[in-house]
């Protein structure tokens, strides 16, 4: 339930030291970002010299004038970072279905860039609130709803994605007494997670080191709470799902763990609200019932399917700064392909229709973020 910054681009290939973790049982899980072998120490140094800078003086700032800068910062981070500019606006054009150099798609992914900006700021400005400030920026029926489902469940595993502000939401949520665990990805800048940690601690929430796979079976057996992040970008490996009306893949890896442990996947996101408060909610929490292909690719569609709530009412929200869906029709034709042979392609397929009027509301949600 958390993004964290500064993460950097350069990728490993797949099974180097550092991007792959398995269990007992053969599974096999891969960091969300993929460093190098190698990475520049002198650039991890500059990054956590910075962000540790940064969170002292705007940590201290008023939260207003500290938005206002932020925004100026996401603006340079915009026209600065070609890369990542390219990304977003991939995304932003299929969240709308307009080409990716209409001038809302342009609107809409200059909003996430200040979101995300902003979600850092948030962050920073948590540190110095009490447990019982954090409760009070997340409030509405969604925590009451999640409880409900919790109580109810053998464990659970909250499936979200980058938007609103997952820290508010883990922070608020440990602040009510609630055992909360995330796991994240520590192949990034060690000294900058070890220091996420520790804050995160303060919180009353449990961090859990990706490749810790032990500990995550051990949240799961006490019937605590996992919050585990899917939009990580596309990978071709992943599980084939539609998501807002194309084919693009997800992990399966929380269908996998909810097959092996009987916890109940549950959905989850926080919307942040204009007075600078956050509401949320869940969706219909999801049962898997065996590891089988056909019922990991049912689950992990229903995962696509209720997330597809919150991007469509926040798009501008979604702070996803990889490519989610492949940018090659014939790669899509082939995700079809193989989610005809383990049937999915019949559960994305009924949610078509619906997909293509909320791409009518996202466009809608994008024009009024320009202000």
């Given at each position: 339930?958390?993004?964290?910054?500064?993460?950097?681009?350069?990728?490993?290939?797949?099974?180097?030291?550092?991007?792959?973790?398995?269990?007992?049982?053969?599974?096999?899980?891969?960091?969300?970002?993929?460093?190098?072998?190698?990475?520049?120490?002198m650039?991890?140094?500059a990054?956590?010299?910075a962000?540790?800078?940064?969170?002292?003086?705007l940590?201290r700032?008023?939260?207003?004038?500290?938005?206002?800068?932020?925004?100026?910062?996401?603006?340079?981070?915009?026209?600065g970072?070609?890369?990542?500019?390219?990304?977003?606006?991939?995304?932003?054009?299929?969240?709308?279905?307009?080409?990716?150099?209409d001038?809302?798609?342009?609107?809409?992914a200059?909003?996430v860039?200040?979101?995300q900006v902003?979600?850092?700021?948030e962050?920073?400005h948590?540190?110095?609130?009490?447990?019982?400030?954090h409760?009070?920026?997340f409030?509405?029926d969604?925590?009451?709803?999640?409880?409900?489902?919790?109580?109810?469940?053998?464990?659970?595993i909250l499936?979200?994605?980058?938007?609103?502000?997952?820290?508010?939401a883990?922070a608020?949520?440990?602040?009510?007494?609630w055992?909360?665990?995330?796991?994240?990805?520590d192949?990034?800048?060690?000294?900058?997670?070890?220091?996420?940690?520790?804050?995160?601690r303060?919180w009353?929430?449990?961090v859990?080191?990706?490749?810790?796979?032990?500990d995550?079976y051990?949240?799961?057996?006490?019937?605590?709470?996992?919050?585990?992040?899917?939009?990580?970008?596309y990978?071709?490996?992943?599980?084939?799902v539609?998501?807002?009306g194309?084919?693009?893949?997800?992990?399966?890896?929380?269908?996998?763990?909810?097959?092996?442990?009987?916890?109940?996947?549950?959905?989850?996101?926080?919307?942040?609200?204009?007075?600078?408060?956050?509401?949320?909610?869940?969706?219909?929490?999801?049962?898997?019932?065996?590891?089988?292909?056909a019922?990991?690719a049912?689950a992990?569609?229903?995962?696509?399917?209720?997330?597809?709530?919150?991007?469509?009412?926040?798009?501008?929200?979604?702070?996803?700064?990889?490519?989610?869906?492949?940018?090659d029709p014939?790669?899509?034709?082939?995700?079809?392909?193989?989610?005809?042979?383990?049937?999915?392609?019949?559960?994305?397929?009924?949610r078509?229709?619906?997909?293509?009027?909320?791409?009518?509301r996202?466009?809608?949600?994008?024009s009024?973020?320009?202000?």
């Amino acid at each position: 339930m958390t993004s964290d910054p500064g993460s950097p681009d350069g990728a490993a290939p797949a099974g180097s030291p550092g991007t792959e973790a398995r269990n007992g049982n053969g599974g096999r899980f891969r960091a969300p970002h993929r460093r190098a072998a190698d990475g520049p120490r002198m650039r991890e140094k500059a990054v956590v010299t910075a962000y540790r800078t940064g969170s002292w003086i705007l940590g201290r700032l008023p939260f207003g004038p500290t938005v206002r800068v932020g925004g100026w910062i996401a603006e340079a981070a915009y026209r600065g970072w070609p890369e990542k500019r390219r990304y977003v606006r991939a995304n932003a054009a299929r969240i709308l279905g307009l080409p990716a150099g209409d001038r809302r798609v342009d609107t809409l992914a200059r909003a996430v860039f200040r979101n995300q900006v902003r979600w850092v700021i948030e962050g920073m400005h948590l540190v110095r609130m009490t447990n019982a400030e954090h409760v009070t920026l997340f409030t509405g029926d969604g925590p009451d709803r999640l409880h409900d489902a919790w109580q109810a469940s053998s464990g659970v595993i909250l499936a979200g994605l980058h938007i609103g502000n997952g820290e508010v939401a883990a922070a608020a949520l440990a602040g009510r007494g609630w055992p909360v665990h995330y796991l994240a990805d520590d192949t990034a800048y060690d000294e900058l997670f070890e220091r996420f940690v520790v804050q995160r601690r303060a919180w009353g929430v449990e961090v859990i080191r990706w490749r810790n796979l032990r500990d995550v079976y051990r949240v799961l057996r006490n019937r605590e709470i996992l919050g585990l992040l899917v939009d990580w970008g596309y990978r071709p490996e992943g599980q084939p799902v539609r998501l807002l009306g194309s084919w693009t893949t997800l992990p399966p890896g929380p269908a996998v763990l909810a097959a092996r442990t009987g916890a109940t996947i549950i959905p989850f996101w926080t919307i942040r609200r204009p007075d600078g408060t956050f509401g949320g909610d869940v969706g219909t929490p999801i049962r898997v019932a065996s590891s089988e292909p056909a019922e990991i690719a049912r689950a992990t569609q229903a995962i696509a399917d209720a997330l597809e709530v919150p991007v469509r009412e926040a798009p501008d929200q979604w702070c996803v700064f990889k490519p989610m869906w492949p940018d090659d029709p014939a790669e899509e034709a082939l995700l079809a392909e193989r989610a005809r042979g383990d049937g999915s392609a019949a559960v994305g397929g009924d949610r078509a229709a619906a997909t293509a009027s909320g791409g009518d509301r996202a466009a809608a949600t994008a024009s009024g973020a320009a202000g």
